[in-house]
């Protein structure tokens, strides 16, 4: 079985080639703050641990009533900071989390900080594993070099690949189109366009959660 799970890394990892081209900045730019701030919230892109574990805290509400052996895709996992969320709550028992990256930097960190066997971190930019859940904490909001059509014809697409490999409910975050001070290097979503595209193209589920943040919202989508 490990030998099986080294291969499908392996293969995944060598696989590497065919990430889009909106991506590869995004990926040198984790690379170099992963080396720079360490396994910690600014390390990928957060002003504060607590707002990251917020957020968490957010996703959490997804899957509250589950009972054990609950599955997780994390996509744009970084150094493992949701597993550690996750790790002790009931629900994660008896269960399996799989954790995406796009930079081997961030997976190094992560196989380096977390050994529990109920962990796995694969080099990917779309989920591979089958899950209940599956969640993207922050990683559709690095756009870096890409312009409006591109990065959102991505995040779209991706969204659907995430979707097909999510049996019970998928989370993720946008920050806000509103926002009076914007970064050049970050994407803020119209949440009436991408609330539109969840509830047409995943499920009529889909429903927007907002009012937390001034700079952000949350959308759930469920089966």
């Not at 170099?32 to 360490?38: F, Q, S």
């Not at 989370?171 to 979503?189: I, V």
């Amino acid at each position: 079985m490990r030998w099986m799970l080294s291969q499908r890394r392996n293969a995944v990892a060598a696989g590497t080639s065919d990430l889009p081209p909106v991506l590869a900045p995004v990926s040198r730019s984790f690379s170099r703050t992963i080396r720079k701030y360490g396994p910690r919230a600014k390390g990928v892109g957060w002003s504060n641990a607590d707002w990251q574990l917020r957020r968490f805290q957010i996703f959490a509400g997804l899957f509250a009533y589950e009972k054990t052996g609950l599955t997780i895709n994390d996509l744009g996992c970084g150094y493992g900071a949701m597993f550690e969320a996750y790790r002790d709550l009931p629900q994660l028992l008896g269960g399996r989390y799989v954790g995406y990256d796009i930079s081997p930097h961030m997976l190094d960190e992560a196989r380096k900080r977390i050994s529990d066997p109920r962990a796995e971190f694969i080099l990917s930019h779309e989920a591979t594993e089958e899950a209940d859940y599956s969640f993207v904490s922050g990683s559709y909001n690095i756009c870096m070099e890409a312009n409006e059509r591109e990065w959102l014809g991505y995040v779209f697409g991706n969204l659907e690949q995430l979707w097909s490999k999510t049996r019970t409910g998928l989370a993720f975050n946008m920050l806000d189109r509103g926002t009076p001070e914007k970064a050049k290097t970050l994407y803020y979503a119209d949440r009436r366009v991408f609330l539109d595209f969840c509830q047409k193209a995943l499920s009529p589920k889909a429903r927007l959660f907002d009012g937390y943040s001034d700079t952000e919202w949350t959308i759930f989508v469920r089966r």
